[in-house]
């Protein structure tokens, strides 16, 4: 019988840094497994660039049936269903995620689903995954136990940044996990951070009618963009009728049961206070290494780096 537990490379996190690499491994030669806790494809294909996309894609359109005139056609009662729309997005995520799953299948890549952790360099134990979160393994996965590999890539990518005072709760404060699914267009929205995930969503919520407001603690939005290309991108959005702080930021966020006061810090001695139906949590994202074992392996964080 085919030994299942040990393999030459085992890569942990199926993003695009791990797929890929699992991929070009095999090809190699390798005999390679790929470890997955939650969905093929990773943040990109499920939870960022490839849903994203789609939602922008519907704005796109929506927009486009309201300027239908500008390009000598016409269009009328042009609406919209934010359900169907978000639909559409997840099934195009879960097109992506199952083709991860024949990409893995098609180049001999054992797929193991659960969480990993080195328990010592080349070793790897694999624990049910979260149950909150509910994604079904790919067909032939293999599950939890002790796996062993001469090589190890850790591949496991990044969740969102939280700041304190700024914590998201699921409900009004969200992250780009809440964002990507809601069921609604709130009618005014606060964007914190606008980097590229901030921008997308401001646009996003913006062209389907909400009243969006973007704080940006930097000089620039898109800060780490060119200056002209922010410059440019700033006057598109304002145009489209986003309101943009910049050198802000967010002295406090006050609760309620449904809606979110918001006192900005406006740079030049000035606060104001503002209050929004939702708020984006958009202030970047910070790296899967917890709970991974790396102080077990001869490999070590930049983190771990800074502070040693
Ligand atoms: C809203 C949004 C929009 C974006 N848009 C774009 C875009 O348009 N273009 C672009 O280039 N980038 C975009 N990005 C960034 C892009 O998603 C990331 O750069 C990319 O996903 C990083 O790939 P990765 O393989 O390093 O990690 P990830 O895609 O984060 O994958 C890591 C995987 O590892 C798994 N994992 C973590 N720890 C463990 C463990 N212990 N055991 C098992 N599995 C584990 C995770 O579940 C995850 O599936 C966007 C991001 C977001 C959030």
Not at 39 to 52: D, S
Not at 61 to 89: C, E, M, T, W
Not at 116 to 130: E, H, K, Q, S
Not at 158 to 168: D, F, N
Request: hydrophobic residues 45%; aromatic residues 8%; contains cysteine.
């Amino acid at each position: 019988m085919a030994d299942t537990s040990s393999f030459d490379i085992i890569i942990i996190g199926s993003g695009p840094g791990g797929y890929v690499t699992a991929i070009r491994a095999a090809q190699l030669g390798f005999k390679t497994a790929i470890v997955e806790r939650a969905y093929l494809g990773g943040i990109c294909l499920n939870w960022g660039c490839i849903p994203t996309k789609a939602l922008l894609r519907s704005a796109e359109i929506f927009h486009y049936f309201q300027h239908a005139k500008d390009y000598g056609l016409s269009a009328s009662n042009v609406g919209f269903d934010p359900k169907a729309v978000v639909a559409r997005s997840r099934a195009v995520s879960k097109r992506l995620n199952d083709g991860v799953g024949f990409l893995m299948k098609k180049n001999k890549v054992a797929v193991i689903w659960g969480e990993a952790a080195l328990d010592a360099p080349g070793r790897v134990t694999v624990t049910p995954p979260n149950p909150q979160i509910k994604a079904d393994p790919p067909k032939g996965a293999l599950g939890p136990g002790g796996y062993s590999a001469k090589h190890i890539i850790v591949a496991t990518g990044a969740r969102p940044r939280v700041l304190p005072g700024l914590e998201p709760d699921g409900k009004l404060v969200w992250t780009y996990f809440e964002a990507m699914v809601a069921p609604a267009i709130p009618k005014s929205l606060l964007v914190i951070g606008s980097g590229a995930i901030g921008v997308e969503f401001a646009s996003y919520y913006r062209a389907f009618g909400a009243e969006v407001t973007i704080v940006e603690v930097l000089p620039q939005i898109l800060p780490v963009e060119d200056a002209e290309i922010a410059a440019f991108a700033r006057k598109a959005f304002e145009k489209q009728g986003i309101k943009i702080f910049t050198g802000a930021k967010i002295a406090k966020l006050d609760r309620t049961a449904d809606s979110v006061a918001a006192t900005i810090d406006d740079g030049k001695g000035g606060t104001q206070t503002l209050t929004f139906e939702r708020v984006i949590s958009a202030v970047g994202v910070v790296g899967n290494t917890e709970n991974l074992g790396l102080e077990k392996t001869r490999g070590e964080s930049r983190a771990q780096r800074h502070r040693g």
